[in-house]
């Protein structure tokens, strides 16, 4: 045959029985990844982690992950992306709240830091700390007060926004008295 299969009436090698015994354990490992994912985006972490946990053999699940990787049909990276545009579809929040989310959520550093770059731009993320501001003022009754001005900055750095810019949205957004 020229397949490496063994001719008809031959014996199996242990060493075929153990490559299409890890065949089959990757393609039931596969068949659990789609089904994770069917249900929600997880990091890769959290999918190997599930796929160990029901006693697959860890070369089986992580050769499944990467060829999944290198096909492009699934990575850290695809999930970041998405996590990223549901948290700005949400709430308005900074950059260091997307690291920090994506990190916690057991998504490599350098593909948080990459991808939050990437997706919330310079200008995009004062946008959206001139909107979260502008709605945190509106809950404030005394904006003339320097306590107020210090409770939208700390706001601000706590969804994510880092502390100068926080301090120059707080600032320009803050409400006019009548009298000023």
Not at 50 to 76: H, N, T
Not at 110 to 131: P, S, Y
């Amino acid at each position: 045959f020229g397949t490496g299969l063994p001719e008809p009436g031959e014996g199996v090698s242990e060493q075929l029985l153990a490559d299409l015994g890890l065949a089959a354990e990757r393609k039931k490992v596969a068949r659990l990844v789609f089904a994770v994912l069917d249900r929600r985006l997880q990091p890769v972490a959290r999918i190997r982690a599930k796929a160990l946990d029901k006693g697959f053999k860890p070369e089986a699940v992580d050769a499944v992950l990467e060829q999944m990787a290198d096909r492009g049909l699934y990575s850290d990276r695809h999930f970041a992306e998405a996590y990223c545009r549901d948290a700005l579809a949400r709430t308005p929040v900074g950059r260091r709240y997307l690291v920090g989310k994506l990190t916690r959520l057991q998504v490599p550093s350098g593909v948080a830091n990459q991808v939050a770059g990437e997706i919330l731009e310079r200008k995009m993320e004062e946008d959206l700390a001139v909107k979260a501001a502008t709605a945190r003022w509106r809950r404030i009754s005394d904006p003339a007060d320097q306590k107020s001005l210090a409770r939208v900055v700390r706001f601000l750095q706590g969804r994510g926004f880092d502390a100068g810019l926080a301090n120059r949205t707080a600032c320009r957004t803050r409400p006019r008295g009548e009298d000023e």
